[in-house]
């Protein structure tokens, strides 16, 4: 390691002076952190204290700083350092706040605080500032695969950003499902009447767009690399493979209308007068193409009343067809009500709806309907009865409550079917059981990437994100999804998801270049190191990243893509030699910090309790504690981590073995409503953790003096009480007999 | 051939056009969603529930039930409290269109025969129209004896405190049974009622027509 | 010359003899007080009422109406039509909004009018008399001429459906409209804001057809203005006012109540608070006796 | 966050809420200059001030929590609170926004101790929870506010609580002298991210919130349920404080309304259902409630949440726009209306209503400097004459949060488009 000045600087604002000894500290400081510069400052985080520090790495060469102040999360503009390796010992917020001012409580809170710098000077000086990825690559072209409205609008507007584009089509044609629409709903106000697709303009665009290398009749046979630096192969019709670097990837492979022959109660399939919307944008195309009047499949004879099914396969709770609703049907019966009394408003059109959907300015288009003479049945259809040229349509009028209701000599039957994302291979679907013959999808995608071929879906086939807030981001960095791939939407929506997530791509290679994380720990330079020479080839990182950043080299060795990390540190809290590591923040980082606290012996009646809490949620969460003086026991030892999925076993186990009384670990909720924000991060660490019992038999300690709590961010009465509970029922159970040795 | 019947025959199986061309501001049944804060507002419904109510009715018209629809008494509930009108999110004006409907099953002769709204509000504008002028007392008798003399007499009876109570105010004038109160030109407000009677009849026939 | 001149719509009820004659009087006296000249139109015809709808149709509806426009505008150019009924406020007011917005009806409407020799060119506005006061006049103006406050006397504002819906009163939410509270202070007396029943509907025409439906109606009216602990009743509608006065005896048979709430118009209210006799204010016209404004009517006015 | 000085290569983004946060951010994060102007003291936005988000029931302030650490370690956005933006002058390219900046009364040497906060003994309206509240005239916004910075209410200023709070401030971070000022900032393109306000109750006469204390808004009832709110996350009803467990949910509050707003707001079904889950969290045994509604629009992948409320026993759907609500002696709200599907009158009291208020644009009446192209319920359209001005989020449509971080993140994209023109023509 090269030779580093670590420094010390202990505030005493906000009530630390007075609550605490920070002489003691900073001697503690000296001695036991072994810092070579130790300072107090009445007002550390003011323009003063700031250019003390400043000046020290200036004149005095420090390199390594330790902040014994407030949390890591207050005053973080004042206490800015890029350049060096910064630890923050949480004097404020997780001492002198959560500690009440008596003169009994003095003692205990001053434990605390003298630990706390004795854990943050060992921290720091495990620590190096961030070297940066040296295997970025620096393609700056995006792939977009998918020739739809999605991936012609991430197309055209990556393009104005001025980045060039490959996009590959499976069909000879641009346009996508939006291709075979006669019309679509308004996108301005007016919200009356079909507008054009504007499928046209989006394709003559891309064609005369010289950024843009389109590749249709194409899939892509295999897409290598990392961010920055991917190498896809396109096949073509001819037989021919291309070979294109690629800085980033768009996938807008769209979806597919519900197959309506799965309805045959419904009519599907069992008449040419029962049609899906396609069906029935086809049957508008084809009319628009002669004299305007749609047809009777089966004669060819005029549409004199239609009835449109809606949630026809959606919206099933049976598990039967489809659970979720896709959103863009109802607003597309009305459109497509209205070609027909657009035409002749003497056609009786009629919407059985359960539940109509039309939010936004749909509700203007959905009166304009209404005025046109559509008529709307809230009801819920049991059968579609076809009988020679006409249907017979029976329902549940849920109004009049007229379980028999019925439409007689109906000429046109159209089922609103629902989207299904094509989010090709679901890489993490349990093997077809025995007898089951299991249909595979098409990969998209083909990843040769160790964990699979393409973007791991969440529920019912959608490609998994953070759903609510950070929506782009799938567990597979540099690749974002786009449009009913992602959720079910209708076009507006689809270009604008599109437009995102061209920006998304392009900020991946730009980052990737740079050696930075993508989100959550956006900007982070450091990436994980691994000594191959320790390794044993066990996989389990290989396995567990949630982002599918490792692979396997041909000697069977983890091989890193680092520009395809997350920084999470799964990998490192997964390894059982203990090999991965980042620069600042790794196994010795935090073993460091666990040895550093001072130990008192077993008559001392000063139990402790190591705490591991997740950076993103549990820390946030005791800091508020503090801010609300909501207090909790002095016994407690905290250190954020990054993710409980970067829990090494080994903290756990140097922590009882060093006499600890007991360690509670405090992650995110996972699941399939998971909050860990990298995605399986805190499920892996929880399977992790699970196992550790064998490990506490094996020193022959009670499987209580491990814990592991789900914490949310809002938490911040509910932790201090399971802290106090726990405190006392360890107590119950009594001192670790490691302690002192 | 009846009115009634007439009329079904015309529009075949589609009551909402019917309703829509020969009902005053029947237009508007289609625009409603079916809230039903109409029902849930109408006091008369509260107090003693419609057959069915406005939104109910509404699609019963959309569903073609023409005969429930014009039989029922439920319109004939309306009090005219305007509390549908001014709280339909659809601005639907539902008070209109209650009178309306009921306006065309009396016009239709198929009404329920003796509802006394029915009876009323056609004797009102009776007494209204005949002289210009409305004469309460004439008006109250013409009510009380709807059902015949004896039950007539009975009524009287009933409402005698009532009555009373007015005449001792001076606000019920025995007197009005011979006269009372009218417009000079009766003859004038005749003719003009006679010519807008030929004018919407012409226009709903050619709305038919059309 | 008078402050304010309007042509007048009194209305059937408010004929001689009729059932809101005292109405009429109250009125007289207190637009005396305030300056307000009232011209009746002359040969005015009935208003045809939302009632009468099973005959009238709509074209009729309308011309009877325009009727009376068509005499005001001939007879009192210029002069906005004042009704003190409110469904002859109501009844006029929804036939110009109709002519208004409809050509072909206001055409049809011109030919009918033919026949009994009249036409209209401009359609005067139709005010009701509460509007004018609130309007033209303002509280202020009105509260000037009160000389004999109606001391601790506490009113629930009725004000009832057809003042109220689908027009309403500039500035007046449907469901708790605020002006007859506003009033009942002007004159000195104790208002009751929180008199929940204020526009509900007293059952209109139905009191004749379907008393029973009606009185439900009344009942909960009436009980709840005791239940607030008012004395009297004060509402701007005859309608309303005959229906909440004099079935309070037929009430009383069906529910085993003992109500005996005197109902009053607003104008009754301001005349004796404007130093009239009851005999101005037409308190004799109560068929539930006001002992309480009578006592007051008696009192010498403070000047 | 630093002060890098605006130039035309500079992105403007009006709008601390998360979609302004998000459109900053992802701008910053691809290597642009954002200036992020915010109205109130913190960022944060009206999600902040949320409990819960459907359908995953997780908290706002966690994805608050990442987005602040990802400013706080990002040099390249600046952020102005306290700021509105009062003009724009200038076209494509080539911006300057005229900002009024009002006075915070406390420095950047503010460590968020609190001690200004101890001394100061007037108490004001907290707006943070709706008004449901009272916090001092010294205050830090609320628990997760960035900047973490008390701050003076102005009423105090001038009084004795001023003084007192300068005189507890250890660290002279408290300037009572502080005035508004006008600030311009250059920008190439902005980002118009201001986002929604709840519709006015009080304009819903039938319903009485003007009337009655228990009867609240949606937004309200976020914050009653919340650990930071004014009951400490208790579900309390106003009036007397009574543990509120038969609550009712009024649908369409505004939305779907010729009479108030006439867009449909998307969100408010999916609020109601997912409050519905913080009365089962509050009281698992007896807590019930009632969602009157028209239609439910659980729309996409939020329908299998509508099917597992449904299956809730605790939970009943009634088909029916209330009619109007009433008080009974309890000071219950009483709901009156007809349960159309089958026809059903009812007349039902409850412990609490809850009107789930509709989305209006808050860019609606007040006129946005430099021409933007509303649509008639006020939200921005996409239009070419916008210029370089990009609405995101709520400004231009009523969106859930997932939609509107797609939104903010296309605006963005539409920015970063003419900041490197500008840069290219530069070069």
Redesign the interface.
């Known amino acids: 390691m090269a030779d580093i000045k670590v420094a010390a600087y202990i505030c005493k604002g906000c009530g630390l002076g007075e609550r605490l000894d920070t002489d003691t500290l900073v001697k503690i400081a000296q001695k036991d952190g072994k810092v070579q510069l130790a300072k107090s400052h009445d007002f550390l985080c003011n323009a003063d204290g700031v250019a003390m520090i400043k000046n020290d790495i200036a004149n005095e060469g420090v390199t390594h700083i330790m902040i014994g102040a407030c949390s890591r999360r207050a005053k973080t503009e004042a206490f800015f350092f890029p350049e060096n390796a910064v630890a923050r010992a949480n004097l404020r917020e997780g001492v002198i706040w959560i500690r009440p001012d008596t003169e009994e409580a003095r003692e205990t809170t001053q434990d605390m605080a003298e630990d706390y710098v004795r854990m943050g000077c060992a921290e720091v000086k495990a620590m190096t500032a961030p070297g940066g990825n040296p295997n970025t690559g620096s393609s700056k072209t995006l792939l977009v695969v998918g020739g739809g409205v999605t991936g012609m609008t991430a197309a055209i507007e990556a393009s104005k950003t001025g980045y060039q584009v490959v996009l590959v089509e499976k069909t000879g044609t641009l346009g996508g499902w939006a291709g075979k629409l006669y019309k679509r709903m308004p996108v301005h106000e007016p919200y009356k009447t079909p507008v054009d697709p504007g499928v046209a303009d989006l394709v003559s665009q891309v064609m005369g767009d010289s950024n843009i290398k389109l590749y249709l009749n194409a899939t892509v046979a295999k897409t290598d690399g990392a961010p920055g630096r991917f190498v896809v192969e396109i096949a073509t019709e001819s037989g021919a493979t291309h070979t294109e670097d690629i800085g980033a990837i768009v996938q807008a492979s769209g979806f597919t209308l519900y197959d309506m022959n799965k309805l045959p109660e419904l009519g599907g399939g069992k008449s040419t007068n029962v049609v899906d919307q396609a069906g029935l944008e086809a049957l508008a195309l084809e009319a628009a193409g002669k004299d305007g009047v749609i047809r009777r499949p089966s004669d060819g004879q005029p549409v004199k009343s239609v009835v449109f099914v809606q949630c026809a396969g959606q919206c099933d709770p049976t598990g039967k067809h489809l659970a979720y609703c896709s959103g863009f049907c109802c607003n597309t019966s009305i459109k497509q009500a209205m070609y027909f009394k657009d035409a002749n408003p003497s056609i009786d059109t009629t919407v059985i709806y359960t539940d109509l959907r039309t939010p936004g300015n749909g509700e203007d288009f959905y009166r304009s309907a209404q005025e046109k003479g559509v008529v709307f049945t809230k009801g819920k259809v049991a059968e579609v009865v076809p009988s020679g040229a006409t249907s017979t349509v029976k329902f549940h009028d849920l109004i009049l409550d007229d379980t028999n209701a019925a439409m007689l000599d109906v000429d046109l039957v159209v089922l609103a079917t629902g989207q299904v994302p094509n989010s090709g291979v679901d890489i993490f679907a349990a093997p077809a059981a025995e007898g089951e013959v299991e249909v595979k999808p098409i990969s998209i995608l083909n990843l040769n990437y160790r964990q699979g071929s393409d973007v791991p879906q969440l529920k019912q086939g959608f490609t998994d994100s953070h759903f609510i807030c950070f929506p782009y981001e799938t567990r597979r960095t540099g690749i974002y999804t786009a449009g009913p791939v992602r959720r079910p939407m209708d076009m507006v929506q689809a270009r604008e998801d599109a437009t995102g997530a061209a920006l998304k791509a392009i900020q991946a290679l730009e980052n990737a270049e740079l050696g930075r994380a993508a989100h959550p720990r956006s900007g982070d330079l450091s990436f994980p190191k691994v000594r191959l020479e320790g390794c044993t080839q066990c996989k389990r990182c290989t396995v567990e990243c949630p982002f599918g950043a490792i692979d396997e080299d041909e000697k069977r060795f983890p091989l890193f893509n680092e520009s395809r990390c997350r920084r999470c540190g799964t990998c490192m809290g997964a390894c059982p030699v203990r090999v991965i590591s980042f620069e600042n923040y790794s196994v010795n980082t935090v073993g460091a910090q666990i040895k550093a606290v001072d130990i008192p012996d077993e008559f001392s009646e000063k139990p402790r309790i190591l705490i591991l809490a997740c950076e993103n949620d549990a820390y946030p969460a005791l800091d508020m504690a503090g801010m609300n003086r909501n207090e909790y026991s002095a016994f407690v030892r905290i250190i954020p981590i990054r993710c409980l999925g970067s829990v090494n076993t080994i903290w756990v186990t140097d922590a009882l073995n060093a006499g600890y009384d007991g360690v509670m670990m405090m992650g995110c909720k996972s699941g399939d409503e998971y909050q860990c924000h990298f995605v399986k991060g805190s499920e892996l660490g929880r399977v992790r953790m699970s196992k550790i019992d064998d490990t506490l038999k094996t020193l022959n300690l009670e499987s209580e003096r491990v814990r592991d709590l789900e914490v949310a961010i809002t938490d911040i009465k509910r932790v201090p009480e399971m802290i106090n509970k726990y405190a006392e029922e360890l107590v119950a159970i009594g001192p670790s007999p490691f302690k002192g040795f | 051939m009846s009115a009634n019947t007439a009329m079904a025959d015309k529009y075949r199986n589609n009551f909402l056009k019917e309703i829509e061309e020969q009902v005053e501001m029947g237009d508007w049944v289609k625009m409603c969603m079916q809230c039903g804060v109409c029902s849930g507002s109408c006091p008369t419904n509260f107090q003693s529930a419609w057959e069915h109510p406005p939104q109910e009715l509404f699609m019963m018209i959309r569903a073609g039930k023409r005969e429930e629809v014009l039989t029922t008494t439920s319109m004939w509930n309306c009090t005219s409290c305007y509390n549908c009108i001014v709280r339909c999110p659809r601005k639907l004006p539902i008070t209109h269109i209650m009178h309306g409907i009921a306006e065309y099953a009396h016009r239709l002769g198929v009404a329920p025969k003796m509802q006394p709204t029915r009876f009323f509000s056609g004797l009102f504008w009776k007494n209204a129209t005949k002289t210009g002028r409305v004469n309460e007392l004439k008006l109250s008798m013409g009510l009380y004896f709807k059902d015949g003399l004896v039950q007539g007499i009975k009524n009287g009876m009933a409402m005698q405190a009532v009555a009373l109570g007015l005449v001792k105010a001076k606000r019920l004038n025995v007197m009005e049974l011979f006269g009372g109160h009218k417009c000079k030109d009766q003859k004038g407000i005749q003719s003009m009622l006679k010519k807008a009677y030929e004018i919407e009849r012409s226009r709903k026939a050619a709305r038919m027509a059309g | 010359m008078a402050k304010h001149e309007y042509a007048f719509y009194p209305g ?2 408010s ?8 109405y009429l009087t109250s009125v007289e006296s207190m637009c005396k007080t305030l300056d307000v000249k009232l011209t009746e139109i002359p ?4 208003c ?13 509806r309308h ?2 109406n325009a ?1 009376n426009f068509a005499l005001s505008e001939q007879n009192l150019p210029g002069q906005e039509m004042v009704a003190t009924c409110a469904a002859c406020w109501l009844g006029a007011r929804e036939t110009r909004e109709r002519l208004t917005h409809s050509d072909t009806l206001m055409a ?2 011109r ?8 036409t209209i060119n401009e359609m005067p506005e139709i005010r009701h008399m509460v509007e004018v006061l609130i309007e033209d006049l303002g509280f202020e103006e009105m509260a000037k001429h009160v000389v004999r406050p109606l001391e601790g006397v506490k009113i629930a504002g009725y004000v009832g ?2 003042t109220n ?2 027009f309403g009163v500039a500035g007046e ?4 409209p605020v002006y007859l509270d506003k009033m009942v202070e002007m004159v000195g007396a104790q208002s009751i804001p929180e008199y ?1 029943m204020k526009v ?2 007293c ?4 009191a ?3 008393p029973e ?2 009185q ?2 009344i009942k909960d009216i009436v009980e709840s203005a005791y239940d607030h602990g008012a004395e009297m009743i004060v509402t701007p509608c005859p309608l309303c006012q ?1 229906n909440v006065e ?2 309070q ?2 009430v009383n048979k069906t529910y085993g109540t003992k109500f005996n709430i005197p109902v009053l118009y607003y104008s009754q209210l301001m005349v004796v608070a404007y130093g009239g006799s009851a005999k101005d204010a037409a308190l ?4 539930i006796k006001a002992r309480r404004l009578e006592e007051i009517a008696a009192k010498p006015v403070k000047r | 966050m630093t002060e890098h000085v605006a130039t035309n290569e500079t992105i403007l983004v009006v709008g601390g809420g998360i979609s302004g946060m998000t459109a900053a951010l992802e701008a910053a994060e691809t290597g642009k200059n954002v200036v992020l102007v915010e109205k109130t003291p913190a960022l944060g936005g009206r999600t902040s001030q949320m409990y819960r988000y459907f359908p995953k029931l997780c908290h706002p302030v966690c994805g608050l929590e990442i987005n602040l650490r990802r400013l706080k370690n990002n040099p390249r956005v600046r952020v102005v609170t306290l700021a509105e933006v009062s003009g724009i002058e200038g076209d494509v390219g080539n911006y300057t926004a005229t900002i009024k900046v009002r006075p915070r009364y406390v420095n950047e040497n503010c460590t968020a101790c609190g001690d200004c906060g101890r001394a100061v003994e007037t108490s004001v309206d907290d707006p943070f929870n709706y008004n449901l509240g009272q916090h001092k005239a010294a205050y830090l916004p609320n628990a997760m506010a960035y900047p973490q910075r008390y701050v003076l209410d102005p009423a105090i200023i001038g009084t004795a609580d001023a003084d007192r709070a300068k005189a507890a401030c250890k660290y002279n971070a408290i300037d009572l002298d502080m005035k508004e000022e006008t600030i311009q900032i250059k920008a190439g393109a902005v980002v118009w991210a201001t986002g929604w306000k709840p519709y006015d109750a009080a304009k819903i006469q039938p319903y009485g919130y003007d009337r009655f204390e228990n009867v609240i808004t949606s937004v309200e009832f976020e914050r009653l349920a919340d650990i930071h709110g004014p009951t400490g996350g208790k579900i309390l009803r106003p009036s007397d404080g009574k543990e509120a467990k038969n609550i009712a949910f009024i649908q369409c509050a505004g939305s779907r309304d010729e009479n108030h707003l006439r867009h449909c707001s998307r969100i408010c079904c999916m609020a109601s259902l997912k409050q519905t889950h913080y009365v089962r969290e509050a009281y698992p045994t007896d807590g019930k409630s009632t969602i009157y509604y028209i239609d439910i629009r659980a729309i996409d992948r939020f329908e299998d949440f509508y099917q597992k409320v449904q299956a809730d026993p605790a939970v009943t759907f009634i088909k029916s726009k209330v009619a109007k609500i009433t008080e009974d002696a309890q000071g219950n709200p009483v709901c009156h209306g007809v349960n159309t599907e089958g026809y059903k009158r009812y007349t039902t009291p409850h412990d609490l209503v809850v009107l789930a208020v509709g989305m209006e644009p808050s860019v609606k009446g007040i006129n946005i400097p430099g021409h933007i192209v509303a649509d008639s319920s006020g939200f921005i359209e996409a239009d070419p004459a916008n210029g370089a001005v990009f609405g995101a989020g709520c400004a231009t449509n009523a969106l859930d949060v997932n939609r509107a971080v797609q939104s903010a993140t296309a605006a963005a994209l539409r920015a970063i488009q003419v900041v490197n023109k500008v840069a290219k023509s530069e070069a």
């Open positions: 059937c009820s004929q001689k003899g009729a059932s809101a004659s005292n040969d005015w015809n009935c045809g009422a939302s009632i009468g709808y099973a005959e009238a149709g709509e074209l009729p011309v009877l009727r049809d409407t030919e009918a009018l033919k026949e009994a020799g009249l459906c057809q819906r689908p939410s449907f469901e708790n929940d509900t509907c059952g209109g025409a139905l004749f057809s379907e439906k009606a439900a109606q005959a004099i079935y005896g037929q004799n016209g109560q068929v």
